[in-house]
């Protein structure tokens, strides 16, 4: 039986295309960046033309993109610089973030004295504006607002231009991890009021271990990393110089294709969500399912006894590929502080399937025909 992956949100497949632009840099074009002889000038260009490419399909200058590890470190360097650099003095951040946030956050509260406050929740998954503007309102300390895009366990997605005009009317900073959303959806950075994203990826068929972070041209930061001059003197140590070549090349891509590949994926989400009320009793759905929505991603409830407690294994025994929540922590039994922010009880057992461009209507029958014989 051939596997069916269900699981992109965590991770997708390395385009052939991707691993073709990287490969030469693998081989022959072995040089150090840093190096001043013709090995390394050549290698050094090659990045810098990734990062023009990079900056221009996200509407930024080549100066505001700097190259990381992925989207854990690029939040890691915005947050603590937040602290460290800009002088706030609060961090206003949601509980359903990612936890690259979540626990930077955390522990930035714990150690370096900062207050910490979270926006509340709709019932709907959604950011309370309101609560938002309240919080910012009743404390005139310096604040960095740090809501994600797109939340990767359900889905929901905020309204970047409301939320970041709500910070520049109180004065804070707006920092957003757009993990789930660079190379899913279009960017024009420069008439966007948000002052940090970060991007992974491994999310849209680049390789692992190499992300971006944009920092508006008129903030300055420290780096996070220390040791070196790369990277603009922003981020020491070699760079990861097929990663980088990879990930311009998986952005030149998704953004080539995304009209025609965004409503393909679409369709396969509206065609799993309509099998799944058909043929499976009692299933309800997590989020703003069909309407401020990534469309690569389903997140569904089913009632809880002894089958659906099984379900995930039950699937990975027949070759099936999805994720209880959130992937980054997948080993770990604990319950999903998404799930349970939502306050939806115990009594249901929550799957998240998500998407790409190589899954099929077919493979929907298969999962749900599985489904059915489980259940």
């Known amino acids: 039986m051939e596997r069916i992956y269900f699981d992109n949100a965590a991770t997708t497949s390395l385009d052939p295309q991707v691993l073709e632009a990287m490969m030469p840099f693998m081989t022959e074009k072995f040089g150090n960046p840093s190096s001043i002889y013709s090995y390394g000038r050549e290698t050094r260009m090659a990045i810098e033309q990734a990062r023009k490419s ?19 470190e690029s939040s890691n360097t915005i947050l603590q610089a937040a602290i460290h650099d800009l002088g706030c003095k609060h961090i206003i951040s949601s509980p359903i973030e990612h ?25 709907n998954g959604h950011i309370d504006t309101a609560h938002l503007e309240q919080l910012l309102s009743e404390n005139p300390e310096k604040a960095i607002v740090s809501i994600m895009h797109a939340n990767n366990e359900i889905g929901n997605m905020i309204d970047i231009e409301a939320i970041g005009s709500i910070c520049k009317k109180h004065n804070a ?7 789930q959303t660079v190379g899913h959806f279009p960017f024009k950075l420069s008439e966007m009021p948000v ?5 992974a990826g491994h999310k849209f068929h680049g390789p692992k271990g190499i992300g971006m972070l944009y920092i508006n041209e008129n903030i300055k930061i420290s780096p996070l990393v220390h040791g070196g001059a790369q990277e603009r003197n ?29 409503v393909y994926i679409q369709s396969l989400k509206q065609y799993m969500h ?16 069909f309407g401020k929505s990534l469309y690569t991603l389903l997140s569904v409830n089913f ?3 002894e089958k659906t407690e099984m379900i995930l294994f039950n699937l990975d025994m027949k070759q099936i590929c999805a994720s209880g929540g959130s992937a980054c922590s997948s080993g770990a039994q604990q319950g999903s502080h998404v799930i349970q922010a939502l306050e939806k009880g115990d009594d249901i057992v929550t799957i998240r399937f998500s998407f790409s461009k190589h899954n099929t209507q077919q493979e929907i029958d298969t999962v749900i025909e599985a489904l059915s014989t489980m259940l």
């Open 234 to 262: 922003m981020r020491a140590g070699t760079e990861n110089l097929y990663g980088i070549i990879g990930f311009a090349k998986a952005l030149e891509l998704a953004t080539a294709n995304y009209e025609k590949e965004s």
């Open 99 to 123: 936890h690259a946030t979540l626990h930077t956050v955390e522990h930035l509260a714990k150690h370096a004295g900062v207050k910490l406050s979270w926006v509340h929740i709709l019932p």
């Open 54 to 72: 990079v900056a221009k399909i996200l509407g930024a200058r080549p100066a505001e993109i700097f190259f990381t590890s992925g989207g854990t």
């Open 173 to 179: 900073y707006f920092h957003s991890d757009t993990v």
């Open 274 to 289: 309509d099998q799944l009320i058909a043929k499976i009793p009692g299933v309800s759905f997590n989020g703003d399912t």
């Open 195 to 199: 002052d940090f994203i970060t991007g």
């Open 303 to 305: 009632p809880k006894n």
